[in-house]
């Protein structure tokens, strides 16, 4: 795949999954309901679950089964079949700027608005040192003997006379060559790259300084009789390549620095690359068991698990039971219990007893594989803030070389003897302490450090903005099943309606939700075989989102659903409206059953809120938010959950373009509104909110739409979340701050304006010392954010 500079060239055609007319050719958001596009097979596979049924509870009506998706992706996507580490190398040939996150191209060279050197998008776990890194190491280290040796003839070869002073200007021109040509080369490539595409930036001010100064240098010591008498000191035309030198070993020393400070920033996508175990255990056909590479493992094989070892891919328990930690994913410290029919999570540990396990996501699929991709993608984006100090530093850039015109015509036209050398001197002091290197750092390193930080801790921010604007929330939305509750459903109870009986409601019911993967159609096709009745197999099976589902099971036509389904099919629910309040006043979800235009009875099923919910919603609260629940259960069962949870709002029986208006509704009141969700029904209301937050146990689709993921499926990491974005957005204000009082503080230091009244003048070898720690405390200041 070749790209440009400035955006990969993609043939893949991008359609939005809940309007399949939306079309384009580049990644982007539906401009009908915001959700994010997806490439036009996985729109196909998510439009799969149009078909299942939806209308039982709010998101729950068409919720999508992760292993279903998670087969389809993996059987039609050939980098799933390869393991994680192809899944991963398929990025990382793609290389990326730090601070220019929108500049992609599938080869390494430099960045054409900042000139720094791209990196690759996915950091490699078998890769060598940064390459940059070491050649910079290499030309410092291999020149610095040469600046040490001018520096000690500008400062000490007048006094002790070693050489006459001409031959001395030569000498330090020799000396000179090696540092300012071969290890400052990078630099003026740079400078002159900012120039061809008119993009100033901080090698636009070294390599003028620099420049400046040694061609000048080179001029006096070749033909010095060119230059006026004011010129002469000590013997000889002033020469400055003590300064042009020292300046380029500063520099290379801060890059050194700043890669190597770079580099840690990357360590939480190389920490979780590095979870994945190498190899799995896998069981064949005659029963024989063999260690085969990960990258062969494919969905549907089953595989032994050892205590102490990792779980090579998602999947599920087929037999036995051991505890497994998954802190290195979700950041619970506690192991879990798996028993069979319990899902697994790659690169976690199982800690004591064997599991056989039989394989859902393989490659890509896998949930590691998709944390990787979205810290990745995370850490390369941009803040909002960010595009005030990239508006600046453009403009800065050009007035700081105005300034240093300025300052060498002052000093050139009204300052003391010799006048043209302090002028040239001060311009350069001016050109090398401007240079907005901290500037351009302030903002991606705070950002590169908080998305590390929170995969850490199982929260993961899609973008630099969703980092940005949590702090801002002040109402959050949330559905209930799979969000507030567990997600996993237990059937209740059946009431039949007259001349019915409980077996044939439960068994037509049943056989209509068979081509569900929904949690509250599992829970009635799971009762119904507990029972051992004989299910039909559904035709003619059609979902209304949000409300319900309908079918043909053998000569009867039935619907399954809430009571806005029983109204479009013409049915009266009168009859058994007080047990279903009864049933709906304690918690259950309540779907009504109807063949032929008869009702048949009633099905509740109940889902347990989570344990962690009330502490979570407590804590919100406590944050000052208005928390507000919108599901697709009837009014009854809403209030009831809402009340016991302390819920300020609630919303029942809401579809999802409800759950669109009612975002949009906060949205026109001046409220800053988060939406926490877990199915495709939710991705509208999630894509239109400030900060859609998904739970990682969810679907891929409402991971797609947010822009915030939460690993373990907790509304705690909500506050988590909100405490790293306070931290964060803080500390990117400190680290502008900072940039921006030391530019204001040095450029006049620079250019001498203090000179008449203190008589300071400001080197230019101090000017690139106080460059480089300049960038150096920034990113020390965004690594704080680590400790967290």
């Known amino acids: 795949m070749k790209h440009d500079a400035d955006m990969p060239v993609d043939a893949t055609v991008y359609v939005c999954p809940m309007h399949p007319h939306i079309r384009q050719t580049k990644p982007g958001r539906c401009p009908e309901c915001g959700m994010n596009l997806v490439p036009e097979g996985q729109a196909k596979q998510v439009g799969h679950v149009h078909h299942s049924p939806a209308g039982h509870t709010s998101t729950d009506l068409s919720h999508h089964s992760a292993h279903q998706h998670g087969q389809q992706r993996a059987s039609q996507d050939p980098a799933a079949q390869t393991g994680l580490e192809d899944a991963a190398g398929a990025s990382s040939t793609l290389y990326t700027c730090p601070m220019h996150p929108e500049i992609r191209r599938d080869h390494p060279g430099n960045c054409p608005k900042c000139g720094m050197t791209l990196e690759p998008v996915m950091p490699d776990l078998e890769a060598d040192e940064n390459p940059e890194l070491v050649d910079f190491q290499r030309r410092f280290w291999w020149t610095l003997p040469l600046t040490v040796l001018v520096t000690l003839l500008a400062m000490l070869g007048h006094r002790l006379q070693w050489f006459e002073m001409g031959t001395q200007s030569w000498i330090e021109l020799v000396l000179s060559l090696p540092v300012v040509l071969w290890a400052g080369w990078p630099f003026f490539e740079r400078g002159g790259q900012s120039i061809v595409n008119r993009s100033p930036n901080m090698w636009t001010l070294i390599g003028l300084g620099t420049g400046a100064a040694f061609v000048y240098s080179v001029v006096a010591t070749v033909a010095p009789q060119l230059f006026p008498a004011s010129f002469q000191a000590m013997g000889r035309v002033a020469v400055y390549f003590e300064a042009a030198v020292v300046i380029i070993s500063l520099t290379l020393l801060g890059q050194v620095l700043e890669l190597k400070a770079r580099s840690q920033t990357s360590a939480a996508i190389k920490s979780l690359l590095g979870l994945a175990p190498k190899t799995a255990r896998r069981i064949d056909e005659q029963g024989q068991e063999n260690d085969v590479p990960l990258s062969h493992v494919h969905v549907g094989d089953l595989l032994r698990v050892r205590p102490g070892e990792k779980v090579p891919v998602d999947g599920v328990v087929v037999e036995g039971r051991s505890a497994v930690d998954e802190a290195m994913l979700t950041g619970e410290p506690i192991p879990v219990v798996k028993n069979p029919g319990d899902k697994l999570i790659g690169a976690t540990m199982n800690t004591s007893g064997a599991l056989v396990m039989r394989s859902e996501r393989v490659g890509s699929a896998t949930m590691l594989a998709q944390i990787v991709q979205m810290v990745a993608q995370a850490q390369r984006s941009r803040a909002p803030m960010q595009r005030m100090a990239d508006q600046v530093a453009g403009y800065f850039v050009l007035a700081v070389v105005g300034i240093a015109i300025l300052t060498l015509l002052a000093w050139g036209l009204f300052g003391p003897e010799p006048r043209w050398v302090y002028g040239l001197v001060n311009a350069v002091a001016v050109l090398i302490i401007a240079c907005p290197c901290a500037l351009g ?40 099943t799979g969000t507030l509750t567990e997600g996993r459903p237990v059937f209740e109870r059946i009431v039949p309606a007259a001349g019915q009986t409980e077996d044939e409601v439960l068994r037509l019911a049943a056989s209509l939700d068979q081509g569900s993967e929904h949690p509250l159609a599992d829970a009635i096709v799971r009762a119904a075989r507990e029972r051992g009745l004989e299910l039909l197999k559904p035709q003619d099976f059609e979902s209304g989102s949000g409300i319900g589902v309908r079918g043909r099971v053998g000569d009867r036509q039935l619907a399954l659903g809430n009571t806005v389904l029983m109204a479009q099919a013409g049915v009266s629910v009168d009859a058994l409206n007080q047990q279903a309040e009864a049933l709906r006043a304690q918690g259950a979800s309540v779907m009504y059953l109807a063949a032929d235009g008869q009702l048949l009875g009633l099905l509740a099923v109940s889902d347990p809120v989570k344990a962690s919910t009330p502490e979570a919603l407590a804590s919100l609260h406590a944050a000052g938010l208005r928390i507000v629940m919108a599901t697709g259960d009837g009014m009854t069962t809403a209030r009831a959950v809402g009340k016991r949870l302390g819920i300020d709002e609630v919303h029942g029986e809401v579809k999802p373009a409800d759950k669109l208006a009612l975002v949009s509704k906060l949205q026109a009141e001046g409220r800053v509104v988060a939406m926490a969700g877990d199915g495709i029904n939710d991705a509208p209301a999630l894509a239109k909110a400030d900060v859609g937050i998904a739970m990682g146990t969810g679907t891929d689709v409402a991971m797609n739409s947010a822009q915030l993921t939460l690993v373990k499926g907790d509304l705690r990491g909500i506050s988590i979340a909100r405490g790293l974005s306070e931290d964060t957005v803080a500390n990117m204000k400190q680290n502008l701050l900072f940039a921006f009082l030391y530019n204001a503080l040095g450029i006049p230091i620079a250019a001498g304006l203090l000179y008449p009244f203190t008589g300071w003048l400001l080197s230019p070898m101090i000017a690139a010392l106080a460059m480089s720690l300049s960038s150096a405390s920034v990113i020390a200041n965004a690594l704080r954010l680590r400790k967290r």
């Not at 908080?450 to 949590?470: M, P, Q, S, W, Y």
């Open 441 to 480: 750092l302030a903002t991606p390193m705070s950002i590169m450090v908080a998305t590390g930080r929170g995969a850490t801790g199982g929260v993961l921010f899609r973008d630099a903005a969703a980092i940005e604007n949590l702090r801002k929330v002040d109402t959050l939305i949330v559905d209930k």
